[in-house]
């Protein structure tokens, strides 16, 4: 049989004689572009609808900026940290500071652009594993309104341009599962897996799921030739080869430092892990959903295609439970949702025509539920809506950053250095040097103090009062404490620092001599900021110049 090269092709099989659903989506079939623009459209306004903005993404953009303005990648200036997880993306980005283009605006544009590309592989890809034009358009649909895919067209990080390239890779080669592979998609996908994992670099999980079984069926053919092998390699090494080359000489490491700084027990991340799936089952109304399509997960068991997507899925799940997932509201997960609504549609077939509506009922209502309900936070895992709200919200980290940078022009060469677990928004609108107390963007993480009884993902370690000290940290903000400013002179002064340090109690005896809390206003006024005051000599008079009020900290260490 010769080998097609069609993205849309499939071996023609009889429809499932699914009525209701024929009906509806019937009127879209009369051509396949005008279905791809129905698709686009939806995600563009979804993305658009639910536009926003984490405080995450300020790091990777600090990063960005000071590649633009010719620093290198770094977060502070001259401490070379890779402090970020998502290279290709984090250096797309410093284009927009280049081009004096707002780069939140670029951000969420080249997001959503990278969404639509994902939404109509989608389908192309469900067309190849369910052999139907049908079916393969309720999967695109059912993912372009999934909260947890929708909500994270945008968000400022990589997570869309990492879902692209991962379901490119899975188009461009599922074809090799049953039939001859052209050399062209092999280089394709190739291209595709080395972008993927440069934008993110766990990526290479997903990658062997969906290449270790296409590459056992080849050779199983006899399929597996040099010129082939060769294809596979050569643009995925072209790629990451010089990367990971620069990255050991620039970082001398070849892992990011997140991989130090979120470092714990197994059996604390396998815990905090199965909490994160398990909810996200919930939330969604999955728990409700997949009982009723359990007719049709059978036979997903012995059809090849939907076998292997089952294995890329569910590989991914043992590396969340490896990692202990996230913190943010299900992020992790969306690299694989284009391949669980394939999966779920897949099922579909074997129920009878009223229970397939009803399933595509509770996929959508669970859908809106989520976006309703699931707010600020549960147990760790924080919300879109709260993770914006952190940046966005009068006297916010934002504005807190911009006062900051209004009180100390000078910036990083001799303004205050900062330390703080929000390491995003604040210290890149502030643009003071900034010591990032969990360690994600510091030297130090190894150093750190783990604090266990954080629940959220990379927050368990913790800097010492003695580390910032020998960093010669200023001002200490921590969890970002705002109070009312006519409250403060009576503030509980321990309970304030217990909520810098996300909960940890500082034991009085670790303070220096000398230490103080100081209230900086905000532009509400009646707002302020409270901070840790660390500094001596010079620094402190730099500090004394704003006129903030104080409360001194040495009679707690009696």
């Not at 997507?309 to 043992?318: E, F």
């Not at 200490?476 to 909520?499: H, K, N, Q, S, Y």
């Not at 109690?505 to 206003?521: A, N, Q």
Request: aromatic share 8%; glycine share 6%.
């Amino acid at each position: 049989m010769s080998a097609s090269v069609d993205l849309d092709a499939g071996p023609a099989r009889r429809e499932h004689p699914a009525a209701p659903l024929d009906r509806v989506l019937a009127p879209l079939h009369r051509s396949s572009v005008a279905v791809d623009l129905v698709l686009a459209t939806l995600t563009v306004v979804v993305g658009t609808a639910l536009r926003f903005t984490q405080d995450d993404a300020f790091i990777t953009l600090r990063y960005s900026r000071n590649l633009a303005e010719g620093n290198g990648l770094v977060y502070n200036l001259g401490e070379r940290v890779e402090g970020y997880t998502n290279f290709l993306w984090t250096a797309f980005l410093a284009l927009p500071f280049r081009l004096d283009v707002d780069p939140v605006l670029w951000s969420d544009v080249a997001s959503i652009a990278a969404g639509v590309v994902t939404v109509l592989a989608t389908r192309r890809l469900a067309r190849r594993l369910l052999d139907s034009d049908r079916y393969a358009t309720v999967a695109a649909l059912l993912l372009v309104g999934f909260h947890s895919f929708a909500i994270y067209l945008t968000g400022g990080l990589e997570t869309q341009w990492q879902t692209m390239f991962v379901v490119l890779v899975a188009l461009a080669l599922v074809p090799g599962l049953d039939e001859p592979l052209p050399v062209a998609r092999l280089t394709a996908a190739s291209a595709f897996a080395g972008l993927a994992c440069l934008t993110r670099l766990d990526s290479a999980v997903l990658l062997v799921a969906i290449g270790v079984p296409v590459a056992r069926a080849l050779h199983r053919r006899g399929e597996l030739g040099s010129s082939r092998v060769a294809a596979a390699l050569a643009p995925a090494t072209a790629l990451l080869v010089p990367w990971l080359a620069w990255k050991w000489g620039y970082y001398d490491a070849l892992l990011p430092n997140t991989f130090v700084a979120k470092q714990t027990p197994i059996l604390w991340a396998v815990g905090r892990g199965l909490f994160f799936l398990v909810l996200f089952v919930v939330v969604t109304f999955l728990f409700i959903a997949l009982p009723l399509t359990r007719p049709g997960w059978v036979g997903l068991r012995s059809r090849p295609g939907t076998r292997w997507a089952l294995g890329i899925v569910g590989l991914w799940v043992l590396y969340l439970l490896y990692v202990g997932a996230d913190f943010m509201e299900f992020r992790f997960l969306v690299p694989v949702l284009p391949l669980v609504m394939v999966l779920v549609t897949a099922t579909l077939p074997a129920l009878p025509e009223r229970r397939e509506l009803v399933v595509i009922a509770v996929i959508a209502v669970g859908s809106l539920a989520k976006w309703a309900l699931f707010y600020p936070a549960v147990v760790g895992i924080e919300s879109a809506r709260a993770l914006e709200d952190h940046v966005t919200d009068p006297a916010g980290w934002r504005e807190a950053g911009e006062v900051l940078r209004a009180d100390f022009p000078e910036g990083e060469q001799d303004g205050p250095t900062l330390a703080i677990t929000a390491a995003g928004a604040l210290p890149f609108f502030a643009q003071l040097r900034t010591i990032d107390m969990l360690g994600l963007t510091d030297v130090g993480a190894n150093e750190f103090r783990w604090e266990l009884t954080k629940l959220k993902a990379g927050h368990e370690h913790i800097a010492t009062i003695d580390y910032l000290v020998e960093r010669e940290v200023d001002l200490v903000i921590g969890g970002v404490v705002v109070e009312p400013c006519e409250e403060v002179a009576d503030i509980d002064r321990l309970d304030v620092i217990r909520r810098m340090y996300l909960t940890y109690d500082v034991p009085p005896s670790e303070l220096p001599t000398g230490s103080r809390l100081v209230s900086i206003p905000l532009r509400s006024r009646d707002r302020c900021l409270l901070a840790l005051d660390l500094s001596t000599g010079e620094r402190r008079d730099r500090i004394d110049r704003q006129g903030y009020a104080e409360l001194p900290l040495d009679d707690l260490r009696r």
